[in-house]
């Protein structure tokens, strides 16, 4: 996918490349009663050819030993003078990390040219995770609309207002961020609204919090109104340039089988050494909040 990020607003044109790591792909095949299944490839995640396996493990042998996005050094004196990176954000209550993976991803591609000119943007660059949260969740509640319900819909009901917020922040993944983003769906500045900070309307403070036999500092608490109006979904300080789905380092086929995809690595080096942030999807035995 291909789609030029133009920021609103201003004159200057800048890039983002939202780099997806790639949990796994799917195949399409014909059923025989229903017309259409969809039914897992032997290895889903490798989906890269022996040629294009091998240029990328050829390219690896050119990588530094290590790579900071942390910390680079773009004057070439060895010394490490750009942060790439935005500071690390809780998503508790909801399980969004899917979504703050996505958004820390457009943050760092973002950087990669705003830095230029602002050194210390990395401080103050915070897109909303709430508005890709929101309204990747939420179906297209607008009869005036030519694209009037598109969008998932909750077997909870099809009136979004009444749901709860632990129904609409339920999760996502790397595939629906990018097509929120594709869609015109976001990014925004935080900044724009304070309807867009990862908060309810009411600002409702959970004192503290229990997870996994850890004790947590406060949090924003669940138990107040998360909901946007129709009138943020296609809100944009930055439009989605492009977006790649690279492949696993990890393959694991119809048998279970797991196998290490080195190729898989190098490709995936290759973006950060590029100053492109890497979201990954991995399976977690139990997960927090």
Same mark, same amino acid.
């Given at each position: 996918m291909k789609f030029r990020l133009i920021p609103k607003l201003t004159a200057v044109i800048l890039t983002l490349i939202l780099c997806? !790591?790639?949990?796994? &792909?799917v195949g399409y095949a014909e059923g025989e009663d229903k017309g259409q299944s969809f039914e897992a490839l032997d290895s889903p995640t490798d989906f890269i050819s022996t040629d294009e396996k091998k240029e990328a493990l050829e390219k690896s042998g050119d990588l %530094?030993? &290590?790579? #900071?996005?942390?910390?680079?050094d773009t004057d070439g004196d060895g010394i490490g003078d750009r942060c790439y990176v935005t500071p690390v954000r809780s998503q508790y209550p909801f399980g969004t990390c899917w979504g703050f993976s996505a958004i820390a991803a457009a943050e760092t591609n973002i950087l990669s040219t705003v830095l230029a000119y602002d050194p210390d943007a990395w401080k103050t660059l915070n897109l909303s995770e709430k508005q890709l949260a929101f309204f990747a969740n939420v179906?297209?509640?607008? %009869? #005036?609309s030519s694209q009037y319900g598109e969008g998932i819909y909750s077997v909870n009901g099809e009136d979004f207002t009444q749901l709860a917020a632990e129904d609409i922040y339920a999760g996502g993944n790397a595939f629906l961020a990018a097509h929120t983003f594709a869609a015109g769906i976001g990014p925004v500045q935080e900044s724009r609204d304070e309807l867009y900070e990862y908060k309810g309307k009411n600002g409702r403070i959970q004192e &503290?919090?229990?997870? !996994?036999?850890?004790?947590?500092p406060a949090s924003y608490s669940k138990d107040d109104d998360w909901l946007l109006d129709e009138s943020h979904r296609y809100q944009? #300080?930055?439009v989605l340039s492009e977006s790649y789905y690279l492949p696993s380092p990890a393959l694991i086929d119809k048998a279970n089988q797991y196998s290490y995809n080195e190729a898989g690595t190098a490709v995936i080096k290759e973006h950060i050494k590029g100053l492109n942030a890497v979201a990954i999807g991995f399976h977690a035995d139990e997960s927090r909040p």
């Open positions: 997806i !790591g790639c949990a796994g &792909s %530094p030993a &290590s790579f #900071d996005l942390r910390s680079v179906w297209l509640n607008d %009869p #005036d &503290s919090y229990e997870a !996994g036999g850890i004790n947590f944009q #300080d930055y």
